[in-house]
């Protein structure tokens, strides 16, 4: 079972960054996260948006964040501001 913390551990890379978009679920009680990337023109490819579709689907609590967009996660953020 994945906790939350792990997954954000495995995943801060991305959310620090602040390019990728990143979705976090859950299944039972493990926490899921799957990264996804824009094309040009800030659309998400036709196969990431079925990917999101079944994530929702798994969850529809999920959400999907982005370090830049969804407040300032840079690479200052431990990985327990990262969590909170």
Do not use: C
């Not at 906790?3 to 960054?17: A, F, H, M, N, P």
């Not at 990728?20 to 039972?28: H, L, P, Q, R, S």
């Not at 609590?61 to 969590?83: C, F, I």
């Amino acid at each position: 079972m994945a906790s939350l913390r792990d997954t954000v551990k495995d995943y801060q890379e991305e959310l620090r960054g602040g390019i990728a978009w990143v979705a976090f679920w859950k299944t039972g009680r493990s926490w899921n996260a799957e990264d996804f990337h824009l094309e040009l023109g800030d659309y998400l490819y036709p196969e990431d948006r079925s990917r999101m579709e079944e994530i929702k689907q798994a969850d529809p609590a999920a959400v999907v964040v982005n370090g830049y967009y969804s407040g300032y996660l840079g690479e200052d953020k431990s990985l327990d501001e990262l969590t909170a």
